[in-house]
């Protein structure tokens, strides 16, 4: 695990970006791990202003996000779908058919778990873009998520939950209580992780994440056992390492 701490949250983005754009430069078919969150939102800044001002293309990438939120409709202003279409997806040239986020509204949940690994088993992402919540989970998986998990249905906790509402109107009563998300077996296949934390509330998640033992109790330690993960921190997510 590589860990990289610049000045800021844009130094952050600048980073990070410099990894996304070599991969996407390198193979222009690309497969591309994305999250969301508020961690990633200056990477997708920095992509979109690449794509417009340097024509960087995405015609032949394929993506997959990491998660959703169980029960809001694709097009609710919180769902994970909006997120990435108002985020990055509007802004650069991906094609809607190669674009591939859990469903969270479908009848049969647990269908919707399955064929998403169906997919992702007929691919390697090359780049998996990640955030790391206060409590060290990834993607949605929350702490005592076992090791060889596959995309599964989440009851997400109290913590992770309270760290949402600020997307809710601050009402952690409008925050779902469930979600899907890729497993962390899932995460440890791609070839090469990026991982972006900023701010003095994620300095004890990312010093579990580095220097902690491998438990489940941080998901994200898992990490530490990943061939190529790079870590982006700010100062203050850094601070306690
Ligand atoms: N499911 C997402 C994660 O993928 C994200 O990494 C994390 C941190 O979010 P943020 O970057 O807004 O702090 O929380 C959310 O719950």
Do not use: W
Request: glycine share 6%; aromatic share 6%.
């Amino acid at each position: 695990m590589k860990i990289v701490v610049a000045p800021d949250v844009q130094h952050v983005a600048e980073a990070a970006f410099k990894v996304m754009k070599n991969t996407v430069s390198e193979k222009k078919d690309a497969v591309l791990g994305l999250a969301t969150g508020s961690s990633p939102e200056g990477l997708y800044a920095l992509m979109a202003k690449d794509h417009s001002e340097n024509g960087t293309s995405y015609q032949d990438v394929v993506t997959y996000n990491l998660d959703e939120y169980v029960g809001l409709p694709q097009n609710h202003s919180q769902s994970y779908y909006t997120f990435m279409h108002e985020k990055l997806f509007q802004y650069i040239d991906v094609k809607e058919e190669n674009i591939h986020i859990p469903c969270g509204c479908a009848q049969d949940e647990e269908k919707a778990c399955h064929d998403y690994e169906n997919m992702l088993a007929k691919v390697r992402i090359d780049l998996q873009v990640l955030g790391i919540g206060s409590d060290g989970h990834i993607a949605f998986n929350e702490p005592g998520t076992p090791f060889d998990s596959l995309v599964h249905l989440v009851h997400l906790k109290q913590q992770t939950i309270h760290d949402n509402a600020r997307f809710f109107d601050h009402d952690e009563s409008k925050v779902p209580t469930m979600a899907i998300t890729t497993g962390l077996a899932d995460i440890m296949r791609c070839r090469k992780i990026i991982l972006i934390a900023t701010g003095a509330n994620k300095a004890q998640a990312v010093h579990d994440m580095v220097k902690g033992p491998v438990s489940t109790s941080c998901p994200a330690s898992i990490l530490q056992k990943h061939p190529d993960t790079v870590v982006f921190l700010d100062e203050a997510a850094a601070s306690k390492l």
